[in-house]
Every structure is written in structure tokens, then in C-alpha cells.
């Protein structure tokens, strides 16, 4: 009876030390994941970032011209003979 006791333990024991390395397993997966979108992240900031700054160099370009245009329009409107 004993033998059984033991080979049943033993058989416990191994589908223990299964799951167990199972667990590990997926808990590293989900680590390496998390670690990968993270990274993802901070690339993905990275560059959004340069391109806002692009982006926002050339709206201040458009800016001052279109401020421009609103003087030249302005004085056109209120004084025409300066054009002609």
C-alpha cells in the first residue's frame, strides 16, 4: 500500500512541477510582452513628439504669412492706390 502512496505522490508531485513550469512560462510571456509594448510605447512617443515638432515649425511658417497677407489685404482695402 505504501508503494501506491508513493507512486500516486510522486505523480502529484510531477503534475505540480507541470504546472508550475507552465505558470512560469506564461508569467515570462506576459512579461516579455508587457516589456515589448513598452518599448513600443516610448518609440511611438518618441517620434510623435519630432513629428508635433515638425509639424508645429510649420504652422508658425503659415502663421506669419498669413499674417502677411492680412496687412497686404488690409492696406489694399484701405488704401488702392498704394498697388497701383
Not at 508513493?6 to 513550469?21: E, H, L, R, S, Y
Not at 512617443?45 to 492680412?70: C, P, Q
Amino acid at each position: 500500500m505504501s508503494r501506491a502512496g508513493g507512486i500516486t505522490n510522486a505523480v502529484n508531485v510531477g503534475i505540480a512541477v507541470q504546472a508550475d513550469w507552465e505558470n512560469r512560462e506564461f508569467i515570462s510571456n506576459i512579461s516579455l510582452n508587457v516589456r515589448r509594448l513598452f518599448e513600443f510605447l516610448l518609440q511611438f512617443e518618441a517620434t510623435t513628439k519630432s513629428k508635433l515638432a515638425a509639424l508645429n515649425e510649420k504652422l508658425d511658417i503659415l502663421e506669419r504669412r498669413l499674417e502677411v497677407l492680412e496687412v497686404q489685404v488690409s492696406t489694399a482695402t484701405t488704401n488702392p492706390s498704394v498697388f497701383t
